[in-house]
């Protein structure tokens, strides 16, 4: 089977857009293993997921290159492209919890995803060793009062060295500032450990067991500059009692923080979100 | 099978209460068919449901008199009772929506619960030809702008009259007054169409739309003074997607709200949830 | 908004399709709403679901049939097609057990899905009333020993007479010959009480206690020659435990055979299930 | 807080046992913590799990020991015995797969639950590396053909040496014979990649694809001679859909595989599960 591309496109409806873009790629001798498409009534736009295996006769990098021009020119719409081969690289970043750190690796390494993991991030040394068990680099930039600034630099300076095109906060207790997030230059993927917009801010569990909920959750999205508000990628639950304590909670959230997360990376890794307006479209 | 007696306890740890309890149970001949506990060790207090088959040599109403006396003379407890013979006479309360109306109404027909619907009070008569299809009498009071107050001295004095012991909010629109709340008499249970404490207030769905959740939810909950602020009894969610407007949500919520509130009743009539600090314990 | 065409198509995969199929649509004006499609790589078949918004100036009933014609002239393919505006006939059989029976009913009365009740068929006259109190002709024929061939030959003629598009074996209890089954001349949808394939045939809550299984289940599917074999359009699940006997497993699962039985039947009526080689493709 | 005792009896019913217990917890200056129980009605059978903190003036083992001398002597019934204290010794076999053995080690790594592993056996290689990074001794023995009963007296005398009090058997793909279940002396917990009974036997997530199911399960089990056919401790699902073929039910098989075989250990662990006339009773 000859690699294939996966474009996201979205822009405002227009007639003739799913005939015009099946036929841009039928006339290139691709044939299309998926398409998938939504049409926001409210705001009248449109998004569309497409997958087609390239012509043996074609380059695929050239491929995909050719269409997003289509798509821009022809189309007036926007659209990120990914290839079946494309390995992106990825950064984690971590404080002290290793349940998210764990779980991630050991997927990469199972080969679960097509991605490389280039390096751990982190505020604290804990993690180092097993981090350097695994072959990660890891990069130790303690975070003191006042260094912020100079401390998000350089993980700037690191991540665009790497040429990392996702970051994922594994349970990362540090607010990314404004600043950060503008020159990162990737999107940056989170685990809150609620089912947002429920509890949000510090300390969920102890928010949820105050409350006496008897659901739980965890909430992935997208980091954006406004605190646990960014767009929703996926979001799941589980079930709570009166004999579970605030402990407990924290116990049974960490199976819940690995599984929301690692969906929501596969996710964007096998390109299937778009976010727009705060929220996402996830083609499953 | 001889009738049983459901006993409710909850007050200070102190040693030998499961011991006590029990061997008072034996000693009037009865047959303890479950008992189930909970210590919560921040506050120190112990909570028992305990169920026995009471002796054929005694009285039930009796035996539970001697016991509500037995706890309160000897385990300085609170303790409220029921017996499986119990049939709770039950108002329910609605407005437009129809949905959890019929469920209700369907499982107590069905034979699901011990417990007879005396009637629907409502601020519309949308609903009045269904109930007395039902055989269910129909009081409807419209509730126009300065009006509320004597409206609900007339459902207060219905309710009373009926010998009403449990109240339902099936999708009732209006909000009781913390003056109806002191005078009712008995619990009132009320379904919200979100995962609370998420999108409280009014148009949950829509606020849960405009955020992009991935799970919408529905919660059961005591009315309390504080609006959506009650002890919990039952929360539940169902997936949804980008492919979903508020229209959609709305009826995935239905299914979602007659689950909920009727596993919230069930629970209550079968004398399975304490009330304590604004949080339940359900013994299930 | 115009009405819409919805097209589900099916058959050997060839280069092109999506956009043959595209163009045609845009070529009459109309404007795509939804697609989706499936490719089953293993048998090389091509699955798509289609649905359009027909132009002003075009009548859809004329634009349906010409696409039926296309499909089959152009792209060699098997196509069924729906009309936003169809309201199909559905009949309901039905025997004793009557939960699955009114939620449907209700489910029709609230709007929620386009369809049309034309009668209840049952072997039992348990259910008369109710039917009837709903407006729903009721056609009671009981099934003594010998007179199957003869019953089944009265419904049949029945489902004609009204045009049935779609049967629902709304936990009816008979098991229907293959001579019904080639007979009726529309699909069959059942709810097994059961996660199939496990505890096939009879009293399927009785062999799941007996097993000590920790969820119980049901099943929709539609009806074919093999009994409880058909091909599988949705199940769900609820947990039980060791304090759940026949009876409770019972009544709780009433709960789960309603919601997966009426959500088979929505997606059923809103085309979006293709069966193939006893399997179902559901596009959501 | 002192050491806790934890029971689990069970036996045919009779006047006042849980009288009786309280009052010999009591009288021995214990505080129950927890106590729960189950009455089978049909086989007149009485399950309690009771848990108490011993009074600092008496021995923990000493007055678990008295308490299993009085609960043979005065009750006539059956008991199991830990202390909260206790860190039972575990063994793991594997074959090639390693998701479930990763989640195991890194949940007793983590802490979150008192439990020593003592080391893995396998019929393969290829976990050696990972089990010795993990500080685990790794003890291969490969099973070719005629060589079982010589393996398997290996495998007996190793988990005799080592004092296993559990095996669990994570992803191991030999069937233990009836002649090492006899001697193994302790619980062995199996994980099966399918909703029991539904698929036993081998590559279950083949024939789920194959059945065209909506849900793919997990089953965890106490391995008994009959395969598959053991009392059953935990079971989950999840959703897949047309989409999936079977190597995606693979990939989506393993976290189920985790989360139940993990909820499976800690039950276990816990003294929470009794087993029965081949059904599990679990207090939660």
């Given at each position: 089977m000859n690699p294939s591309v996966i474009a996201l496109l979205h822009g405002p409806d227009q007639p003739g857009i799913v005939a015009k873009v099946a036929t841009w790629i039928h006339q290139c001798g691709g044939n299309v293993l998926h398409a998938d498409q939504h049409l926001d009534r409210q705001g009248n736009v449109f998004f569309q997921r497409v997958e087609w295996e390239v012509s043996a006769s074609r380059e695929p990098k050239q491929e995909s290159d050719d269409f997003v021009s289509f798509v821009r020119d022809e189309l007036d719409m926007r659209v990120r492209i990914g290839l079946s081969t494309d390995r992106p690289k990825v950064a984690v970043m971590v404080s002290k919890a290793d349940h998210c750190f764990h779980d991630l690796v050991l997927r990469v390494r199972a080969g679960e995803w097509n991605a490389d993991f280039v390096g751990i991030l982190s505020?604290?040394?804990?993690?180092q060793s097993v981090s350097e068990n695994y072959g990660l680099p890891f990069y130790h930039l303690p975070m003191t009062e006042g260094k912020k600034q100079d401390v998000e630099g350089k993980q700037i300076t690191w991540l665009r060295e790497q040429g990392v095109e996702l970051v994922i906060l594994a349970r990362y207790m540090q607010v990314l500032s404004p600043s950060f997030l503008k020159q990162v230059g990737c999107p940056v993927i989170n685990i809150h450990?609620?089912?947002?917009?429920?509890?949000?801010?510090?300390?969920p569990y102890h928010q949820a067991y105050q409350r006496g909920v008897k659901l739980i959750g965890a909430t992935a999205h997208y980091v954006t500059e406004d605190l646990d508000e960014g767009p929703i990628i996926e979001q799941d639950v589980a079930r709570v009692s009166h004999r579970h304590g605030p402990k407990d909670l924290i116990e049974k959230g960490r199976d819940l923080e690995k599984l929301v997360l690692s969906t929501a990376v596969r996710r964007h890794l096998q390109n299937r979100v778009l976010d727009y307006q705060n929220k996402t479209v996830v083609f499953d």
């Open positions: 505020n604290h040394d804990d993690l450990h609620s089912f947002l917009p429920s509890f949000a801010g510090a300390r």
